[in-house]
């Protein structure tokens, strides 16, 4: 690949493989990230309606970010009286007209999901960045240079994963690196080092998507059907951002995740259209311009 | 999984091999998420459900029969006088309703003898023998294995357990006939000679007011199933605190001394060495060495000083006199009979039972001493009024792990060496260091004293050495006292089978014996092995294992009666006849020449009593104890009683309501709701979260962890907070006797109100994480869940009843400035001693319907 | 600037314990709070170069990507012949559809949110002032009007002067500019835009320094020259945000960039006109007519091509007519409709027009902020992030199948308006749109 | 690989120029020299091994330190616990040690008093002493009210010991012991 910046022809292609079946929801992975690039807390925020997720969403200084999805099935009412409702020491407790009143979902499952910068094979953030901070390593991941980004801003809404972000005080972008600086010594990622169940495996991008698609056909096979891989193994066509260096294996749609069903890098998928319609429109303009000029100075 | 990720990395690869995984706990938390199955229960009614599971596995005759009758006591015959609660309403034979005690002698096997108690008082090491079976005369006893003699014990748990069927499972606890059948099923189908079931829980299963009940019937359940003793079965307590398992072997406890022999206890006659043997030693069993050890500790303690002549020191040693536990100790605090108190790292004014009624205790010493890594509420629970607060408070910055050696237990017996990575900051010190100094000055105050109750001071063997400038005593020195010398040699002793009675050997702990084998720190060893080989996931050379470096106690179960594995995918330990030893992965746990066909002559002493297919050698029997004659003080067999706190009256025994003999400090600050109370209409249970740590200050101070869960808040289900007006991220007010707490609401359906028989009932679950105070700017403070519970205990370990508690919420934050709610100054005279705590009343429990 | 106020929570930990410390005598160790660094990782730099990482093994080998889960678990099936398909179908069946399945809730955010503030957008209007002005002066050249051409030339440097400034300041790391001009690369239309912002400065720049020195015809070769840069300038600031992941954006690929010219080509001809009309150019002068005219239409078009885009949107436009970029294109409407309605009252004052010249302008300005303000909507709404997507599998499919028989999504949203109007009109400009699509993607 | 960008854009990057200009930027000119000569910080560091001190599963941590100070805490990939993982309070165990509130100085409240004062390491030591063997004193006794020998003080009291080490506990149990004071207890019982 020509957009390789670094070049040490030995590498090869890194990345992640996120198994949300195996995940607990423990966080150690966002607490590794930040202990290792020595990430700051995002402020402690009590969200609501967001389970156990208080960190809400990856930003400049959260780079692995864990996801809670309580998904519930609703089911028949107890047709019961209450204890110590009824008639109560509360007066109007009535605890069965509530029931009643409203249902009481069923619990169905908990998903947890560890999302992380998916290192697009056409990253969306790299094309647009102008400076050249954002670049391919030799691992094919993207990483932002800290002593290159001047903190345009432009790659955060390139990214259609919603990854990158700017930090609000220091100005610069940043994302996760794939700890391309534990790469380079070999070591694991520390948020793959630190996964108690190894629901983030990294590895030779190769071999975890075979294993990820070993995985796929062994749920299968114990009767989740539902379980099928975000961002690997697809046809030409329907890979998402042209396969992802980072994948998941998910077992609900992508929309439960916060993780769209299509995306591509839109400097690629856009670009090339609204410079042809813009050039277009332009040229259409000078030439409108001129006409007016010639037609109001020939009067 | 949700307190102990890393331990759940086994769990995943057990489930991705096969294995299915239930949960049982009130509220859905992430275990719920990746088990199998979540089994919701009522909080508290764990006894119905494990003894439905028991009489489903008798009716059905599901239970490993090989394994019952050999290994356990089911083929024993018991004394005729034994009678149950289905005969006594409730209670077994010997109960006092007066004093709420058991007279225990009817529980006994026909033909057996439990140690006479002395006079009214438990004699000096009675608890201890109990629970051993020490005394016992085993010779005498009968059995019948064809399990049909009705007063076999077989037999008398399958008529105490008749009762508790699915029906009243569902009943009691919430849980319908259909899914507790498939809890039964999944069980039996992975229990047996190819398979094993595992049953883990975090310790607090164990904070009941029959906490020691709930556990015994599980492991009832494993026995049953044949699942203790080998591989991939097992009872394992998740334990919370990096080393609690270490300073129970080494007791920082007032009961125990290290190597869990008991502590003297005060008796009419001046208690000596030799009778404290007697009636703590056994004639059978492992226990017969008693002396070996007690002699060792005294000789560790007090070196040249301890001679045969003086009984080694023990007349000198304190002897202790009724509950001496945290509890009543700060009862006596709160009364202001308490001078001081010395806290290192814990954190009682947010993790104790009625936090509130702790930190007013605190408030009523002279002095108090604490020592951790950051100022912590019970330091500074002076601030919320110090003008009315006399308490000199000492705050002393400790060190961390990385700035000190030493080695934790962990909840697996494992002794693991913690190398020292930098020195600690400023003036902040390790335990060591504190102790150490502490001890030298106290010893120089004393050196001269001639006063006899000064010996044990004057005569302190304390040989420590000390290192660089901040005189650090050398560590590996007191764990090398902690292992034991040869006093004629000079030599480090292999193994406690080496100490002997004559004050020629010495050893701190003598469980921890052989720690230091062979002059080598052998909780240092770093070599994890093979874990593909077979049997290599036993890792017999990571760090070591108490006693012996065993890793599976009575591994020998995991061999059949001949000592052959009872099958080729569950082998462990094994009889290897050419070498005419027990051989397998891991060390025997038995006497590792003795036949697997030897027979115990009746007349045997010491370990020659315990045959060769008695696995169980700490018992006098060498069976493991599906009923228990002796060593419990509520009952030989767990019966189901509510939680002292229950809404509900008992099903099964209607006449009782509560453990008749849970003991309670009756307080006007430490009420407890009554029996039929409407005012708390809604069941309360506590529990822990991923992202903190116990009472916080390892956790809400550091914003890395304090981001991922930085407010207090309750799980409600979505029915009772649409009836109260609470809504989701929105304040609530959670009220019980003792406190009014706030909250944020998690209103999710991961909390469920649970369908009991005929009726409704809606629980509330929470974190007690949160405290008031916090050391950084980053991190985050709350109201503490602990202020809400009473001070309680289950009869046999004094532990508080804090899993099911009643409560009310309401939305909204609360009214009052501090969360107390009922301060109880007025009036803080108890009716009873604080060491002697009150069995709960019969009448408070009556009529409840 | 788009920075927030004071240091950071870390730094002030820092700060204050660095305080607490002072003048204490040693304590040995350093006890700097470790609370972490924004903005990048920590420090990329071996301890000691060279050497390896003790007790860890090298090359991968403690990364356990089979570690826990071996072949005694059921983790992983051997993958048959069909493997590929059957993981495909998997994921299709999750993903692949154009609506999002019933009952699953779009669980955001998606995507993060521009976090430009006023210094772009209103760098895109004098960019597009300096544009327009490029064009006039081209067009004014070659109808002869020298003297316009001039002036124009230096209405071009003077808009584009502070277009640069206003850029730096909305960095992140404003002194780290220059490292937009340390690559070349034209796939970052800000890159792009960077360089044709600096050519076009200094091409504009050295005509106006021809013209200064009379060198009218070397002025008139650059002016040209920078018209033509100009056809760059103002349509990319289109383009880029049209390549990012923001739905009203994106959405607006075809339309972006042509409304933003004409919104520079308006504001370009206002600007001259009025700027003329201060320098003594009298009413009636064929170039004032011609800039009248010039303004007109580009508003015009730009207000038709504006409301076309928004029909055609559907549901994603709502955030066109909400909140703050709801307000602001209310405002740009209004103006640019007053605009044009005085433009016809065909010059009764002469006040008349220089208001409409002027409305033009202000509305030209709102429209700016109104499509960033709308950007930073839109991607905040997570529906419309989350159906963007499913409906790009539906453009594939249809391209695939070369079916362009498309559903009509935007009639369900004005039931009450003359649906069937515009359902034939959204289908026109659908089919257009498809087509040219089809076009481009062939290639 | 790409093959599903539009087919314009990459027909257009095989041309021998304009391709050339599509990949600018994106090539060897953007990495900057700090970039080429990363690498990890623990490169060359001593390490300690370690425990984790929170909970009592017991997993083995890496420690890795600069001159005196933690650089890195992380998972022990060889201990057959956790193998190298660590939970989320593992992995913020350095935090832990350099946490923002680490006490460094003795901190002494004077009884009623609001404030608290610093205090030296040896007049702590002394004066704490000196409370303990006054409440030894103060509450001696020999025989319980029944006349039951007991030898020992209910003068003082002692909590805490489960994130202490087995050496810390033990010279503990062993010195209170001596001195007769028996209300010593720890988290074991909640």
């Given at each position: 690949m020509t957009e390789i910046a670094i070049d040490r022809p030995e590498s090869r292609r890194m990345g992640f493989f996120t198994d949300?079946?195996?995940?607990?929801?423990?966080?150690a992975c966002e607490v590794a990230c930040k202990q290792w690039n020595d990430l700051p807390a995002d402020g402690a925020v009590f969200r609501?309606?967001?389970?156990?997720?208080?960190?809400?969403s990856l930003s400049a200084s959260t780079w692995r970010h864990v996801r809670f999805v309580e998904q519930t099935e609703p089911v028949p009412l107890p047709d019961l009286p209450a204890y110590g409702g009824g008639?109560?020491?509360?007066?109007?407790?009535?605890l069965v007209a509530a029931a009643e009143a409203h249902g009481v979902p069923q619990m169905d499952r908990w998903l947890f999901m560890s999302d992380?910068?998916?290192?697009?094979?056409?990253?969306g953030c790299l094309d647009a960045c102008p400076t050249g901070a954002l670049i391919r390593t030799e691992f094919e991941t993207v990483i932002v240079q800290p002593d290159v980004c001047?903190?345009?801003?432009?790659c955060v809404p390139s990214c259609p994963f919603g990854v990158i972000n700017r930090d609000p005080y220091d100005g610069r972008a940043a994302k996760c690196t794939l700890c391309y600086d534990r790469l380079e010594d070999g070591l694991e990622p520390a948020c793959a080092k630190s996964c108690p169940t190894d629901s983030i495996l990294f590895g030779p991008y190769d071999e975890l998507v075979e294993t990820a698609k070993g995985r796929v056909l062994a749920l299968h096979e114990r009767g989740v059907t539902d379980a099928y891989l975000y961002g690997?193994?697809?046809e030409p066509g329907e890979q998402l951002a042209g396969e992802l260096g980072a994948f998941f294996l998910l077992t609900a749609p992508p929309e439960r995740f916060g993780l769209p069903a299509q995306a591509e890098s839109p400097a690629q998928e856009n670009g090339p259209v609204a410079t042809a319609a813009g050039l277009a429109a332009a040229a259409l303009g000078l030439a409108a311009a001129v006409g007016a000029f010639a037609r109001a100075h020939r009067r | 999984m949700e307190a102990h990720p890393v331990g759940s990395r086994w769990a995943m690869k057990a489930r991705e091999r096969g294995a299915k995984i239930i949960h049982v706990d009130p509220h859905y938390s992430r275990t719920s998420a990746i088990s199998d199955m979540h089994v919701p229960i009522r909080a508290g009614s764990d006894i119905a459900f494990l003894g439905g599971l028991i009489r489903h596995i008798i009716e059905t005759e599901s239970y490993f029969r090989e394994y019952v009758v050999n290994?356990?006591?089911?083929a024993t015959i018991v004394n005729a006088d034994y009678q149950g609660p289905e005969e006594l309403e409730g209670v077994f034979s010997g109960f006092d309703s007066g004093s709420g005690?058991?007279?225990?002698?009817?529980?006994?096997?026909?033909g057996g003898e439990v140690a006479s108690a002395a006079g009214q008082r438990e004699h000096s090491t009675q608890a201890f023998s109990d629970r051993t079976g020490?005394?016992?005369?085993?010779?005498n006893v009968r059995s019948d294995e064809t399990l049909?003699?009705?007063?076999c014990i077989f037999q008398i748990m399958k008529r105490h357990y008749a009762r508790y069927t699915p029906e009243m499972v569902e009943r009691i606890c919430g849980i319908s006939e259909e899914q507790f059948l498939r809890v039964a099923e999944t069980l039996i189908a992975n229990s047996g000679r190819e398979r094993t079931t595992m049953l883990a829980y975090a310790?607090?299963?164990?904070?009941?007011?029959?906490g020691v009940q709930m556990i015994r019937a599980g492991s009832i359940v494993q026995l049953l199933l044949g699942n203790i003793g080998r591989p991939g079965g097992g009872i394992m307590a998740?334990?919370?605190?990096?080393?609690i398992q270490g300073s129970s072997d080494i007791?920082?406890?007032?009961?125990?001394?290290?190597?869990?022999?008991p502590m003297p206890r005060a008796n009419d006659?001046?208690?000596t060495l030799a009778g404290y043997v007697s009636g703590?030693?056994?004639?059978?069993?492992?226990?017969?060495h008693f002396d070996n050890y007690i002699v060792s500790l005294l000789k560790a303690w007090f070196?040249?000083?301890?001679t045969p002549e003086n009984g080694f020191g023990f007349p000198w040693l304190p002897k202790i006199?009724?509950?001496?536990s945290h509890y009543p100790t700060m009862l006596r605090a709160f009364e202001g009979k308490l001078d001081g108190l010395l806290v290192m790292g814990q954190n009682p004014a947010v993790g104790s039972a009625n936090a509130g009624l702790q930190r007013r205790a605190l408030g009523a010493m002279k002095w108090l001493v604490v020592r951790d890594l950051a100022e912590v509420e019970t330091a500074n629970f002076?601030?919320?009024?110090p003008e009315d607060i006399g308490t000199e408070v000492f705050l002393m910055p400790a060190a961390s792990h990385v700035e000190k050696e030493g080695h934790f237990t962990n909840t697996q017996r494992l002794l693991q060496w913690r190398d020292k990575a930098v020195d600690p900051p400023g003036d902040a010190r390790s335990e060591l260091h504190f102790t150490h100094h502490i001890a030298k000055r106290v010893m120089a105050h004393y050196?001269?004293?001639?006063?006899?109750?000064?010996w044990p001071l004057v005569n302190l063997h304390w040989p420590y050495s000390e290192h660089g400038s901040e005189q650090e005593p050398v560590v590996e020195e007191v764990l090398k006292e902690i292992n034991g010398y040869d006093l004629e040699t000079g030599e480090l002793v292999p193994?406690?089978?080496?100490?002997?009675?004559?004050?020629t050997t010495s050893s701190g702990c003598w469980i921890y014996?052989?720690?230091?084998?062979?002059?080598?720190?052998?909780?240092?060893r770093r070599d994890p092995g093979?874990?593909?080989?077979?049997?290599?996931?036993?890792?017999?050379?990571?760090g070591w294992a108490w006693p012996a470096n065993?890793?599976?106690?009575?591994?020998?179960?995991?061999?059949?009666?001949?000592?052959?594995?009872?099958s080729e995918r569950k082998k462990y330990v094994w009889w290897d006849e050419e070498r005419e030893q027990w051989t397998g992965?891991?060390?025997?746990?038995?006497?590792?020449?003795?036949?697997?066909d030897y027979t115990a002559p009746d007349d045997a002493e010491g370990m020659?009593?315990?045959?060769?297919?008695?696995?169980?050698?700490?018992m006098a029997d060498g069976r493991a104890w599906?009923?228990?004659?002796?060593?419990?003080?509520?009952?030989p067999l767990p019966a189901h009683y509510e939680p002292y706190?229950?809404?509900?009256?008992?099903?099964?025994?209607?006449?009782?309501?509560?453990?008749?003999?849970a003991i309670t400090w009756t307080h006007a600050a430490n009420p407890i709701v009554p029996p039929?109370?409407?005012?708390?209409p809604i069941i309360a249970s506590t529990f822990r979260l991923t992202e903190h740590h116990t009472a916080g200050p390892m956790s809400r101070n550091l914003p890395w962890l304090s981001e991922l869960q930085p407010e207090m808040f309750v799980e409600i289900d979505p029915q009772l907070a649409a009836e109260r007006g609470i809504e989701d991220g929105e304040w609530m007010t959670v009220v019980s006797p003792r406190a009014e707490i706030e909250a944020r609401a998690?209103?999710?359906?991961?909390v469920q109100p649970l369908r009991m028989g005929d009726r409704v009932m809606h629980q509330v679950c929470m974190p007690?994480?949160?405290?008031?105070?916090?050391?950084?700017?980053?991190g985050v403070t709350g109201d503490a869940a602990n202020d809400l519970i009473a001070i309680s205990g289950?009869?046999?370990?004094?532990?508080?009843?804090?899993?099911a508690f009643r409560c009310d919420v309401r939305a909204g934050?609360?009214?009052?400035?501090?969360?107390?709610?009922?301060?109880g100054t007025q009036d803080?005279?108890?009716?009873?001693?604080?060491?002697e705590p009150k069995k709960l009343s019969q009448t408070d429990q009556a009529d409840f319907r | 600037m788009s920075h927030a106020s004071g240091p950071p929570p870390e730094d002030r930990i820092r700060e204050d314990h660095r305080r607490a410390v002072e003048?204490?005598?040693?304590?040995?160790?350093?006890?700097?709070?470790?609370v972490g660094r924004r903005g990048?990782?920590?420090?990329?730099?071996?301890?000691?170069?060279g050497s390896p990482v003790a007790l860890a093994r090298q090359a991968?080998?403690?990364?356990?990507?089979s570690y826990l889960y071996k072949?005694?678990?059921?983790?992983r099936v051997r993958n048959g012949a069909d493997a590929n398909e059957r993981i495909q179908a998997a994921a299709r069946r999750m993903?692949?559809?154009?609506?999002?399945?019933?009952?699953?809730?779009?669980?955001?955010?998606?995507i993060n949110a521009p976090v430009w503030t006023w210094e772009v957008p209103a760098y895109f209007f004098l960019g597009g002032v300096a544009t327009g002005s490029s064009f006039v002066a081209l067009a004014a050249d070659l109808a002869g009007d020298e003297r316009s051409a001039a002036i124009a030339r230096k209405v071009t440097i003077a808009a584009i002067g502070p277009g640069a400034p206003l850029l730096v300041l909305d960095?992140?790391?404003?002194?780290?500019?220059?490292?937009?001009?340390r690559i070349f690369k034209p796939r970052s239309a800000m890159n792009a835009g960077a360089w044709c912002l600096m050519a076009f400065s200094t091409a504009g720049g050295a005509a106006v320094a021809a013209d200064v020195l009379g060198r009218r015809r070397v002025a008139k070769v650059l002016g040209a020259q920078t018209a033509l840069l100009g056809t760059y300038l103002g349509s990319y600031t289109g383009v880029l945000l049209a390549s990012t992941a923001v739905p009203i954006w994106a959405r607006s690929r075809l339309f972006l960039p042509p409304i933003f010219v004409c919104t520079a080509v308006a504001t370009g001809a206002a600007t001259n006109r009025l700027v003329l009309a201060a320098t003594g150019?009298?009413?009636?002068h064929p170039t004032r007519d011609a800039l009248g005219t010039i303004e007109t239409v580009a508003m015009g078009a730009e207000l038709a091509l504006s409301s076309f885009n928004e029909k055609r949107l559907g549901q994603l436009a709502d955030v066109l007519e909400h909140g703050r970029a709801g307000r602001l294109f209310e405002f740009a409407r209004w103006a640019v409709r007053a605009g044009l309605m005085l433009r016809f009252t065909?010059?009764?004052?002469?006040w008349e027009h220089h208001v409409a010249s002027g409305l033009y302008l202000a509305g030209g300005l709102a429209f700016r902020f109104a499509w960033i303000e709308a950007g930073k909507a839109s991607a905040g709404d997570d529906e419309a992030v989350a159906r963007m997507a499913r409906g790009k599998a539906t453009v594939k499919d249809r391209l695939r199948d070369g079916r362009t028989t498309a559903r009509v999504r935007t009639s369900a949203r004005h039931p009450g308006r003359d649906a069937r109007a515009a359902r034939v009109y959204a289908d026109a400009v659908r089919r257009l749109s498809l087509a040219i699509e089809g076009v481009l993607r062939r290639g | 690989m790409g093959s599903s960008r539009p087919r314009i854009f990459e027909g257009l990057r095989e041309l021998p120029v304009v391709g050339r200009a599509l990949d600018w930027g994106m090539?060897?000119?953007?990495?900057s020299a700090e970039t080429k000569k990363a690498?990890?910080?623990?490169?060359?560091l001593k390490v300690t091994e370690s425990v984790c001190p929170?909970?009592?599963?017991?997993c083995g941590q890496l420690v890795y330190t600069r001159d005196g100070e933690l650089v890195d805490v992380e998972g022990n990939p060889?201990?057959?616990?956790n193998q190298g993982t660590l939970c989320p309070k593992g992995a913020a165990s350095r935090q832990l040690v350099?946490?923002?509130?680490?006490?460094t100085k003795i901190k002494y409240r004077r009884p009623y008093a609001t404030e608290w004062e610093e205090l030296d390491l040896e007049t702590a030591m002394d004066m704490i002493a000196e409370r303990m063997i006054a409440a030894r004193e103060d509450h001696w006794?020999?025989?319980?009210e029944q006349g039951w020998k007991v030898d020992r003080t209910r003068g003082f009291a002692h909590l805490g010991g489960a994130t202490l080490d087995n050496e810390e506990n033990y010279l503990l149990k062993k010195l209170y012991t001596a001195m007769g004071a028996i209300q010593i207890e720890n988290q074991a019982r909640i």
């Amino acid at each position: 690949m020509t957009e390789i910046a670094i070049d040490r022809p030995e590498s090869r292609r890194m990345g992640f493989f996120t198994d949300t079946t195996v995940c607990i929801g423990c966080k150690a992975c966002e607490v590794a990230c930040k202990q290792w690039n020595d990430l700051p807390a995002d402020g402690a925020v009590f969200r609501k309606t967001s389970s156990y997720d208080h960190t809400g969403s990856l930003s400049a200084s959260t780079w692995r970010h864990v996801r809670f999805v309580e998904q519930t099935e609703p089911v028949p009412l107890p047709d019961l009286p209450a204890y110590g409702g009824g008639n109560g020491g509360h007066g109007e407790v009535d605890l069965v007209a509530a029931a009643e009143a409203h249902g009481v979902p069923q619990m169905d499952r908990w998903l947890f999901m560890s999302d992380v910068c998916k290192h697009c094979t056409n990253a969306g953030c790299l094309d647009a960045c102008p400076t050249g901070a954002l670049i391919r390593t030799e691992f094919e991941t993207v990483i932002v240079q800290p002593d290159v980004c001047n903190g345009c801003g432009y790659c955060v809404p390139s990214c259609p994963f919603g990854v990158i972000n700017r930090d609000p005080y220091d100005g610069r972008a940043a994302k996760c690196t794939l700890c391309y600086d534990r790469l380079e010594d070999g070591l694991e990622p520390a948020c793959a080092k630190s996964c108690p169940t190894d629901s983030i495996l990294f590895g030779p991008y190769d071999e975890l998507v075979e294993t990820a698609k070993g995985r796929v056909l062994a749920l299968h096979e114990r009767g989740v059907t539902d379980a099928y891989l975000y961002g690997a193994g697809d046809e030409p066509g329907e890979q998402l951002a042209g396969e992802l260096g980072a994948f998941f294996l998910l077992t609900a749609p992508p929309e439960r995740f916060g993780l769209p069903a299509q995306a591509e890098s839109p400097a690629q998928e856009n670009g090339p259209v609204a410079t042809a319609a813009g050039l277009a429109a332009a040229a259409l303009g000078l030439a409108a311009a001129v006409g007016a000029f010639a037609r109001a100075h020939r009067r | 999984m949700e307190a102990h990720p890393v331990g759940s990395r086994w769990a995943m690869k057990a489930r991705e091999r096969g294995a299915k995984i239930i949960h049982v706990d009130p509220h859905y938390s992430r275990t719920s998420a990746i088990s199998d199955m979540h089994v919701p229960i009522r909080a508290g009614s764990d006894i119905a459900f494990l003894g439905g599971l028991i009489r489903h596995i008798i009716e059905t005759e599901s239970y490993f029969r090989e394994y019952v009758v050999n290994y356990t006591n089911a083929a024993t015959i018991v004394n005729a006088d034994y009678q149950g609660p289905e005969e006594l309403e409730g209670v077994f034979s010997g109960f006092d309703s007066g004093s709420g005690t058991y007279d225990r002698s009817s529980w006994m096997y026909e033909g057996g003898e439990v140690a006479s108690a002395a006079g009214q008082r438990e004699h000096s090491t009675q608890a201890f023998s109990d629970r051993t079976g020490a005394g016992m005369m085993t010779g005498n006893v009968r059995s019948d294995e064809t399990l049909s003699d009705p007063r076999c014990i077989f037999q008398i748990m399958k008529r105490h357990y008749a009762r508790y069927t699915p029906e009243m499972v569902e009943r009691i606890c919430g849980i319908s006939e259909e899914q507790f059948l498939r809890v039964a099923e999944t069980l039996i189908a992975n229990s047996g000679r190819e398979r094993t079931t595992m049953l883990a829980y975090a310790v607090g299963w164990t904070q009941h007011s029959s906490g020691v009940q709930m556990i015994r019937a599980g492991s009832i359940v494993q026995l049953l199933l044949g699942n203790i003793g080998r591989p991939g079965g097992g009872i394992m307590a998740m334990r919370g605190h990096a080393s609690i398992q270490g300073s129970s072997d080494i007791p920082t406890l007032y009961e125990i001394l290290p190597g869990y022999l008991p502590m003297p206890r005060a008796n009419d006659d001046d208690l000596t060495l030799a009778g404290y043997v007697s009636g703590g030693g056994s004639q059978r069993g492992w226990w017969s060495h008693f002396d070996n050890y007690i002699v060792s500790l005294l000789k560790a303690w007090f070196g040249d000083a301890a001679t045969p002549e003086n009984g080694f020191g023990f007349p000198w040693l304190p002897k202790i006199s009724g509950n001496h536990s945290h509890y009543p100790t700060m009862l006596r605090a709160f009364e202001g009979k308490l001078d001081g108190l010395l806290v290192m790292g814990q954190n009682p004014a947010v993790g104790s039972a009625n936090a509130g009624l702790q930190r007013r205790a605190l408030g009523a010493m002279k002095w108090l001493v604490v020592r951790d890594l950051a100022e912590v509420e019970t330091a500074n629970f002076w601030t919320e009024a110090p003008e009315d607060i006399g308490t000199e408070v000492f705050l002393m910055p400790a060190a961390s792990h990385v700035e000190k050696e030493g080695h934790f237990t962990n909840t697996q017996r494992l002794l693991q060496w913690r190398d020292k990575a930098v020195d600690p900051p400023g003036d902040a010190r390790s335990e060591l260091h504190f102790t150490h100094h502490i001890a030298k000055r106290v010893m120089a105050h004393y050196e001269d004293s001639e006063d006899p109750k000064d010996w044990p001071l004057v005569n302190l063997h304390w040989p420590y050495s000390e290192h660089g400038s901040e005189q650090e005593p050398v560590v590996e020195e007191v764990l090398k006292e902690i292992n034991g010398y040869d006093l004629e040699t000079g030599e480090l002793v292999p193994g406690f089978a080496q100490l002997k009675a004559d004050g020629t050997t010495s050893s701190g702990c003598w469980i921890y014996s052989g720690c230091f084998a062979d002059g080598v720190n052998q909780t240092r060893r770093r070599d994890p092995g093979d874990l593909d080989a077979p049997g290599g996931s036993v890792s017999p050379e990571w760090g070591w294992a108490w006693p012996a470096n065993r890793r599976i106690l009575y591994n020998r179960a995991s061999a059949d009666p001949d000592g052959k594995p009872w099958s080729e995918r569950k082998k462990y330990v094994w009889w290897d006849e050419e070498r005419e030893q027990w051989t397998g992965y891991d060390v025997p746990d038995f006497p590792v020449g003795k036949r697997p066909d030897y027979t115990a002559p009746d007349d045997a002493e010491g370990m020659d009593a315990i045959s060769g297919d008695d696995p169980f050698i700490m018992m006098a029997d060498g069976r493991a104890w599906l009923y228990s004659p002796s060593g419990l003080l509520d009952g030989p067999l767990p019966a189901h009683y509510e939680p002292y706190e229950s809404p509900v009256p008992n099903h099964l025994y209607p006449k009782m309501g509560a453990n008749p003999a849970a003991i309670t400090w009756t307080h006007a600050a430490n009420p407890i709701v009554p029996p039929g109370d409407d005012e708390y209409p809604i069941i309360a249970s506590t529990f822990r979260l991923t992202e903190h740590h116990t009472a916080g200050p390892m956790s809400r101070n550091l914003p890395w962890l304090s981001e991922l869960q930085p407010e207090m808040f309750v799980e409600i289900d979505p029915q009772l907070a649409a009836e109260r007006g609470i809504e989701d991220g929105e304040w609530m007010t959670v009220v019980s006797p003792r406190a009014e707490i706030e909250a944020r609401a998690k209103v999710t359906s991961r909390v469920q109100p649970l369908r009991m028989g005929d009726r409704v009932m809606h629980q509330v679950c929470m974190p007690w994480h949160w405290g008031a105070y916090t050391s950084s700017p980053q991190g985050v403070t709350g109201d503490a869940a602990n202020d809400l519970i009473a001070i309680s205990g289950d009869p046999n370990v004094s532990i508080q009843e804090s899993k099911a508690f009643r409560c009310d919420v309401r939305a909204g934050r609360r009214d009052r400035a501090t969360t107390e709610r009922q301060a109880g100054t007025q009036d803080v005279e108890s009716d009873h001693p604080p060491e002697e705590p009150k069995k709960l009343s019969q009448t408070d429990q009556a009529d409840f319907r | 600037m788009s920075h927030a106020s004071g240091p950071p929570p870390e730094d002030r930990i820092r700060e204050d314990h660095r305080r607490a410390v002072e003048g204490a005598p040693d304590g040995g160790r350093d006890t700097t709070p470790a609370v972490g660094r924004r903005g990048g990782p920590a420090l990329w730099r071996r301890a000691v170069e060279g050497s390896p990482v003790a007790l860890a093994r090298q090359a991968f080998k403690d990364a356990r990507w089979s570690y826990l889960y071996k072949d005694d678990t059921s983790y992983r099936v051997r993958n048959g012949a069909d493997a590929n398909e059957r993981i495909q179908a998997a994921a299709r069946r999750m993903r692949g559809s154009t609506e999002i399945p019933e009952g699953v809730d779009a669980n955001g955010p998606f995507i993060n949110a521009p976090v430009w503030t006023w210094e772009v957008p209103a760098y895109f209007f004098l960019g597009g002032v300096a544009t327009g002005s490029s064009f006039v002066a081209l067009a004014a050249d070659l109808a002869g009007d020298e003297r316009s051409a001039a002036i124009a030339r230096k209405v071009t440097i003077a808009a584009i002067g502070p277009g640069a400034p206003l850029l730096v300041l909305d960095l992140g790391r404003p002194a780290r500019f220059l490292n937009m001009m340390r690559i070349f690369k034209p796939r970052s239309a800000m890159n792009a835009g960077a360089w044709c912002l600096m050519a076009f400065s200094t091409a504009g720049g050295a005509a106006v320094a021809a013209d200064v020195l009379g060198r009218r015809r070397v002025a008139k070769v650059l002016g040209a020259q920078t018209a033509l840069l100009g056809t760059y300038l103002g349509s990319y600031t289109g383009v880029l945000l049209a390549s990012t992941a923001v739905p009203i954006w994106a959405r607006s690929r075809l339309f972006l960039p042509p409304i933003f010219v004409c919104t520079a080509v308006a504001t370009g001809a206002a600007t001259n006109r009025l700027v003329l009309a201060a320098t003594g150019m009298p009413s009636g002068h064929p170039t004032r007519d011609a800039l009248g005219t010039i303004e007109t239409v580009a508003m015009g078009a730009e207000l038709a091509l504006s409301s076309f885009n928004e029909k055609r949107l559907g549901q994603l436009a709502d955030v066109l007519e909400h909140g703050r970029a709801g307000r602001l294109f209310e405002f740009a409407r209004w103006a640019v409709r007053a605009g044009l309605m005085l433009r016809f009252t065909r010059g009764r004052f002469a006040w008349e027009h220089h208001v409409a010249s002027g409305l033009y302008l202000a509305g030209g300005l709102a429209f700016r902020f109104a499509w960033i303000e709308a950007g930073k909507a839109s991607a905040g709404d997570d529906e419309a992030v989350a159906r963007m997507a499913r409906g790009k599998a539906t453009v594939k499919d249809r391209l695939r199948d070369g079916r362009t028989t498309a559903r009509v999504r935007t009639s369900a949203r004005h039931p009450g308006r003359d649906a069937r109007a515009a359902r034939v009109y959204a289908d026109a400009v659908r089919r257009l749109s498809l087509a040219i699509e089809g076009v481009l993607r062939r290639g | 690989m790409g093959s599903s960008r539009p087919r314009i854009f990459e027909g257009l990057r095989e041309l021998p120029v304009v391709g050339r200009a599509l990949d600018w930027g994106m090539g060897a000119s953007a990495a900057s020299a700090e970039t080429k000569k990363a690498g990890s910080r623990i490169a060359g560091l001593k390490v300690t091994e370690s425990v984790c001190p929170y909970c009592a599963v017991g997993c083995g941590q890496l420690v890795y330190t600069r001159d005196g100070e933690l650089v890195d805490v992380e998972g022990n990939p060889r201990s057959p616990i956790n193998q190298g993982t660590l939970c989320p309070k593992g992995a913020a165990s350095r935090q832990l040690v350099q946490q923002p509130g680490r006490l460094t100085k003795i901190k002494y409240r004077r009884p009623y008093a609001t404030e608290w004062e610093e205090l030296d390491l040896e007049t702590a030591m002394d004066m704490i002493a000196e409370r303990m063997i006054a409440a030894r004193e103060d509450h001696w006794e020999e025989r319980d009210e029944q006349g039951w020998k007991v030898d020992r003080t209910r003068g003082f009291a002692h909590l805490g010991g489960a994130t202490l080490d087995n050496e810390e506990n033990y010279l503990l149990k062993k010195l209170y012991t001596a001195m007769g004071a028996i209300q010593i207890e720890n988290q074991a019982r909640i």
